[in-house]
C-alpha cells in the first residue's frame, strides 16, 4: 500500500498536484496537510469517483504528525510563492523555516519514507532538508530529492515550439544544475533526436528555460508564480520513484540531490566541484541506485556551466548555514 502526504496541499501547486495524485492508481492513500483548507480539498477530492482514499489535517490537534503517520513519500510544496520584484533569497527568509519545520516532523514520524522538496529555493531548500534529517540521524541519501523535472518539461515544450513542432515529449533534454536562473543548464547538445538550431535560437530558448518563472510571475500581475506546470512535472517525478520503487526498471530522470553518497556521485561531485546538483539518476526499489555523469557539453554549454557553479556553491551555503545560524 502506498501513502502519500502532501504537505502545503492548500497552495497554488499543492491544489493541482492533490487532484492528479488522486487519480493516479499507484496512489492508494492520499493525506493533505496545510495551515488552511485541507480537511475541505480532502473532503472535495473524496467525492472523485476513483480508489485513493483522501484525508486532510490542519497543524491543530497534532495535524502534522496525523497526516505523516504511515507515509510512503511525502511531498514538499509548503510555503510562500514568489511575487514580482521578489528574489530567491527573499523567498528563502520565510521558506527555510518552513521546510525545517516540516523536516523535524518527517524525521521524527516517517523517517524512511521518500522526501520530495518543491518548496523554492530548492538550491537552498534542499540542503536545509538534508542537514535536518541528518541531525536526527535518520538521512537516507537514496531518498531524498529536490524536484527539477518542470526545468526538463520546459526545455522539450519550448524546444518544440521554437521548431514549430506538435509534440514537445519526443524531445529528450537533459537539464541539470541547480533550480534557479543561470544555474539551470538544458544541454541542448545533448537532445535526443538531435537539433540544430541557430545561435540566436540556442540563446532565447536556454533564456527561457533560466527563467521561465518570471515571465509566469510578470503575466500573472503578482496573484501566483509557476503553480500548475509545477504541479504537472512533481507528478511526473512522482510517477517515476513510484513506479521504480514497485519495481520497474531503466526509470531515468534528472533530480537535484546530495552526490557523494550515490553510486557514482562521489565522482561526479568531484568532477564537478559541488556536492548538490541535478544530474540524471537512475532510480530502483529503494531510490537513487546511481548517478550519471552529465557527459560532454558545448563550448556554449562550457560557459553557463563555470557560471552556475560558482551561483550554486552560495546558494548551498546558505541551506547548510542555515542550521548553524
Do not use: W
Amino acid at each position: 500500500m502506498t501513502k502519500v502526504a502532501l504537505l502545503g496541499a492548500a497552495g497554488q501547486i499543492g491544489t493541482p498536484l492533490s487532484l492528479l495524485l488522486k487519480t493516479s492508481p499507484l496512489v492508494d492513500e492520499l493525506s493533505l496537510y496545510d495551515i488552511v483548507h485541507a480537511p475541505g480539498i480532502a473532503i472535495d477530492l473524496n467525492h472523485i469517483d476513483t480508489p485513493t482514499k483522501v484525508t486532510g489535517f490542519l497543524p491543530n490537534e497534532d495535524g502534522l504528525s496525523k497526516a505523516l503517520q504511515g507515509a510512503n513519500m511525502v511531498v514538499i510544496p509548503a510555503g510562500i510563492a514568489r511575487k514580482p520584484g521578489m528574489t530567491r533569497d527573499d523567498l528563502f527568509k520565510t521558506n527555510a523555516g518552513v521546510i525545517h519545520e516540516l523536516l523535524t516532523g518527517v524525521a521524527t514520524v516517517c523517517p524512511t519514507a521518500f522526501i520530495l522538496i518543491i518548496t523554492n529555493p530548492v538550491n537552498s531548500t534542499l540542503p536545509i532538508a538534508v542537514e535536518t534529517l541528518k541531525k536526527y540521524n535518520v538521512y537516507n541519501p537514496a531518498k531524498v530529492f529536490g524536484v527539477t523535472t518542470l526545468d526538463v518539461v520546459r526545455a522539450s515544450t519550448f524546444i518544440a515550439q521554437a521548431l514549430d513542432q506538435l509534440d514537445p515529449q519526443k524531445y529528450k533534454i537533459p537539464v541539470v544544475g541547480g533550480h534557479s536562473g543561470t544555474t539551470i543548464l538544458p544541454l541542448f547538445s545533448q537532445c535526443k533526436p538531435a537539433v540544430a538550431l541557430t545561435d540566436e535560437q540556442r540563446d532565447a530558448i536556454t533564456y527561457r528555460v533560466q527563467f521561465g518563472g518570471d515571465e509566469i510571475v510578470k503575466a500573472k500581475a503578482g496573484a501566483g508564480s509557476a503553480t500548475t506546470c509545477m504541479a504537472y512535472a512533481a507528478f511526473r517525478f512522482i510517477k517515476s520513484i513510484l513506479k521504480a520503487a514497485s519495481g520497474k526498471s531503466g526509470i531515468i530522470e534528472e533530480t537535484y540531490l546530495y552526490l557523494p553518497d550515490i553510486l557514482g556521485g562521489h565522482e561526479v561531485a568531484k568532477e564537478l566541484g559541488v556536492e548538490y546538483f541535478a544530474v540524471p539518476v537512475e532510480f530502483g526499489l529503494h531510490g537513487a541506485k546511481k548517478v550519471y555523469s552529465i557527459g560532454p557539453i558545448s563550448d556554449y554549454e562550457k560557459m553557463l556551466f563555470d557560471t552556475a557553479i560558482e551561483e550554486l556553491k552560495g546558494n548551498v551555503k546558505k541551506g547548510v548555514e542555515f542550521l548553524s545560524s
